[in-house]
């Protein structure tokens, strides 16, 4: 039985569950899932980010980077991001055989995102209903999604973001619109859109900022039928209840992203499936390590937990002896003489006592210490950059102009591309970065997965579908 006052809504020409599938980064939704997701009559959402082609046996073609520039390496991702997506979009198409509706997502701030974005739309017309797209400000899309006549649903976190994005750009492609996802900062997994004005130890409830983002956007002129769709920490429905067919927020849809992960059709490996049943409440940790500079929620595996602790070996320096940084530090072995405070520098030298010998420079005039071995798999990830963000605070790079953000490298980040390319295709999970949303725990929690339960995805829509 349906949850009462969930009706479908009109999407793309026909009847649809108002049931989004989050799009979730590197090969962790594909066509698969969403194909599938579509098939049980909601929204399926093949992620267009590095997706993955197959060759022949049906198996996935390794994304090798053999060129010996980044800008070459870069030509050679957006080749394999359109190649990947345009393969994934199809076969979620033929999946879905008519039913639901197939959108794509896209992050904004991926290297060569308006390129891919405008080649995987060129060579699926017909099958991509709509494009998601977050992870930055992109105003560009409304133009995009007008030139190849899909809808667009631009993800942000505030009303303030969707007023600029609207003003600047989407009042003029308004009829392509077809939702606005708020996608909450401090519950979503992934990347989240957190201002300097927020506090990320401070979680806001959403209910309030949703009812701002929907009085925006009727001062705007936005229809109320316009859905605004809920990410982030959404499990079930019976939870938000007072969300559907209420006056205040006008037309809602839901989207969900953790508890697809678990389900057969899930691209993720199984020791990533696995891993889900464990997490324990607080096991998510909302961190600033990721090289895009966006505050973004993963699973405190030993990965971040490095991060973590790399960040806090840490001490400022300065190039030259003043009040406060008043003894040399001897152990840095090139860039010339480095100045420290003298409670610091007893702190360094624990630090080498423990095998961490290694001072790295930060953008922000301060040593990492890490041992010889971090020290080279940093050193060999910063130069085999492939350029798979517009601006990387790990690797400097940029995807224009003149490829360089200007800033050191950052050697407390990571490479994002390698970490999920790893754990997506079946790498150890405690050795990577591990996206989940905070709701990840009530794995552990619903009897629904008791016993090892993994449902199908039509199994797990009709169970949402139900309320649970």
Same mark, same amino acid.
């Given at each position: 039985m349906t949850f009462k006052g969930l009706k479908p809504i009109t999407y793309g020409g026909r009847e649809v569950w108002p049931l989004i599938e989050g799009g979730k980064g590197v090969s962790a939704t594909n066509h698969a899932s969403s194909g599938a997701w579509a098939a049980a009559g909601g929204i399926g959402t093949v992620s267009a980010v590095n997706a993955d082609s197959y060759d022949e046996n049906g198996d996935p073609i390794p994304q090798v980077y053999d060129q010996r520039t980044r800008e070459e390496r870069h030509q050679q991702l957006i080749q394999y991001a359109i190649?990947?997506? @345009?393969?994934?979009?199809?076969?979620a198409h033929e999946m879905a055989n008519g039913k639901g509706a197939i959108n794509i997502n896209v992050l904004w701030e991926m290297?060569?995102?308006?390129? *891919?974005?405008?080649?995987?739309?060129?060579? @699926?017309?017909g099958m991509v209903t709509g494009v998601t797209c977050g992870a930055g400000m992109p105003y560009k899309l409304s133009e995009i999604a007008e030139r190849h006549n899909v809808y667009y649903l631009p993800i942000i976190s505030s009303g303030r973001a969707f007023r600029a994005l609207w003003k600047r750009a989407y009042h003029k492609v308004p009829h392509l619109m077809a939702a606005v996802v708020y996608e909450d900062p401090w519950l979503a997994g992934g990347h989240n859109g957190l201002s300097n004005a927020e506090d990320p130890r401070e979680p806001q409830d959403p209910y309030p900022r949703v009812k701002q983002l929907r009085e925006m956007m009727r001062k705007e002129g936005v229809a109320d039928d316009i859905p605004i769709v809920m990410a982030g920490g959404v499990w079930n429905l019976r939870e938000w209840e007072?969300?559907? %067919?209420?006056?205040? $927020?006008?037309? &809602?849809?839901?989207? +969900?992203?953790?508890?697809?992960?678990?389900?057969?059709?899930?691209?993720?490996?199984?020791?990533?499936?696995?891993?889900?049943? %464990? &997490? /324990?409440?607080? %096991?998510? $940790?909302? =961190?600033?390590?990721?090289? @895009?500079?966006?505050?973004s929620?993963? *699973?405190?595996?030993?990965?971040?937990?490095? $991060?973590? =602790?790399?960040?806090?070996?840490? &001490?400022? +320096?300065?190039?030259?002896?003043?009040?406060?940084?008043?003894?040399?530090?001897? &152990? *840095?072995?090139?860039?010339?003489?480095?100045?420290? /405070?003298?409670?610091?520098?007893?702190?360094?030298? *624990?630090?080498?006592?423990?095998?961490? @010998?290694?001072? $790295?420079?930060?953008?922000?005039?301060?040593?990492?210490f890490v041992t010889p071995e971090s020290r080279d798999t940093i050193r060999k990830d910063q130069s085999d950059c492939m350029g798979c963000l517009s601006h990387c605070g790990f690797s400097s790079w940029k995807d224009h102009d003149n490829f360089t953000t200007g800033r050191l490298a950052d050697p407390r980040s990571f490479c994002i591309q390698k970490t999920l390319q790893d754990i997506a295709h079946g790498d150890a999970v405690e050795n990577n970065l591990m996206f989940a949303g905070h709701s990840a725990y009530r794995f552990r929690e619903d009897p629904f997965y008791s016993n090892n339960y993994t449902p199908s995805v039509k199994e797990l829509v009709e169970r949402i579908l139900t309320g649970d």
């Open positions: 190649d990947g997506a @345009t393969e994934q979009v199809k076969r290297g060569g995102a308006q390129e *891919v974005l405008e080649g995987v739309l060129a060579q @699926t017309k007072n969300w559907i %067919d209420n006056p205040e $927020l006008g037309a &809602i849809a839901f989207q +969900f992203g953790t508890r697809p992960l678990l389900t057969h059709e899930s691209p993720i490996p199984q020791v990533w499936k696995d891993a889900l049943r %464990d &997490i /324990k409440p607080g %096991d998510v $940790l909302l =961190h600033k390590f990721s090289p @895009t500079g966006f505050y929620s993963a *699973v405190k595996t030993p990965f971040l937990y490095d $991060l973590m =602790h790399r960040s806090d070996r840490q &001490i400022p +320096f300065a190039k030259a002896a003043d009040e406060d940084h008043s003894v040399q530090l001897e &152990i *840095v072995k090139k860039g010339g003489k480095l100045w420290v /405070k003298p409670e610091d520098k007893k702190r360094a030298k *624990v630090w080498v006592g423990e095998g961490h @010998t290694e001072a $790295l420079k930060t953008p922000d005039d301060t040593l990492v």
